[in-house]
């Protein structure tokens, strides 16, 4: 380069330098400009390239650099006369805009990548009710693509005629009113069926402050419905077993206490029934009270008056049966009934008593004995008293069987005779 006039953009020269490359342009672009200028040369042509320079105050700017070739007599290349323009401003500018643009892509690309994800549907419309934008969720939920959607209004996807109607109706008081609105509502899914939905319409606000579309969201609250109805029937259901438990313990309390309310021996009858009841209602509570087994209800009934008794004194036999709640705790205070009786004044009364208890199942009934053996003679009570009561009359009414005490010689016979439609 023989003269250069930099006009305050990069340092002016009006001697010869072979260096000019390593002195105005920075080493990154060196390679680029040398390769430029090569391959002018090569096809004599005008030398054009945009590409960074050292400006005078020593930072960095960006010029359009041209030069065209002179020839000599002979055709070949003697110089070149060329023109620098300071694009410094426009270039910025450029890099700016195309890291702005990179954001909102990158933006764009994650906002998408979350809507296409969520399960829930997420969509726009325009303020004459057409689709403007429906994410996968909303699409699998019509059983429709992209194309033969958007643009569509309700009532062309599928929507039936009072449903579109309601929406748009929600469209136009959201642009009315410039506030969102939210309700539920049942749809069918292509693939899941009837399905209940919670959704919101948000209006989005162009810089007038005016209503230019409405988004929405909705999501799939079937499962939290179906949740709410059956905490609702478990409430309910426990109420009722709460009242039924509590008739039974006013039952059992006036039963007990009848003419006899301080003696010590009623209140110690009074707290065994209790305990009991509350055993039964253990193995039913581990059941979700959905039913017990038989063979638990009896365990459980009967482990209070083990006392370390051997399999001789006690011996329990029978199939598996799973009672409904109600004949789960009929059959636990029948049991605490004629075992406290057996310990007063039965088989288990003396060292040499035992008692049988077994089931069978015959004819679609179900026949349930409870036998003693070897305890004191026993005869018919003259007065019946609680247990009895228990046992012959509000056992047999919750079965809806039939209940026999046969007193033997050698011990009490109880004998329950239920249908298995009884079973939960």
Known sequence: MRELDGRGFVADTDASRRSWIEDYIIPEDQPQVRAAIGEAIRSKRMFELE??????????GWTLSRAVPLFDEAGEIAEWFGAASDVTDRR?????????????????????????ATPDLV???????????ANRALLTMWGRTLEESIGKRLIEVGYEQWHA?????????????????????????ATLGWRTYDYIFMPILNEAGEVESIAGTTRDITDI???????????????????????????????????????????AAFEGRLIALSDVHT??????????????????????FDDGMTQERLTIAGPDKTLRPQLSLAIAMALHELASNAVKYGA???????????????????????TEKDGPSVSTPIHRGFGTRLLQHA????LDGEVKLDYRERGLVCSVDMSIEELG
Do not use: C
């Open 225 to 267: 419905k179906r949740a709410e109805e059956h905490l609702k029937l478990l409430v309910n259901e426990l109420n009722h077993r709460v009242k039924n438990t509590l008739a039974t313990i006013q039952s059992i309390a006036s039963q007990t206490f009848r003419g006899d309310a301080a003696s010590p021996n009623a209140r």
């Open 165 to 189: 109607e309601m929406h748009e109706r929600e469209i136009d008081r959201v642009i009315a009113t410039k506030e969102g609105i939210r309700g539920e509502v049942g749809f069918p899914h």
């Open 348 to 370: 288990w009364s003396n060292a040499s008593g035992s008692v049988e208890v077994v089931w069978a199942s015959r004819a679609g009934r179900l026949h349930l004995e409870w």
């Open 51 to 60: 590409h960074r320079v050292w400006r005078v105050d020593g930072s960095i």
């Open 395 to 398: 056992l047999a009414r919750e």
């Open 123 to 133: 969509y726009a419309f325009d303020t004459d009710y057409h689709f403007t934008f």
């Open 92 to 116: 910025e500018t450029q890099d700016a805009l195309a890291r702005v643009t990179s954001e909102l892509d990158r933006q764009k690309r994650s906002y998408e990548a979350l809507i296409s």
């Open 283 to 304: 193995v039913l509570t581990r059941a979700n009270w959905e039913g017990a087994n038989l063979r638990e209800i009896v365990t459980q009934a009967l482990a209070p």
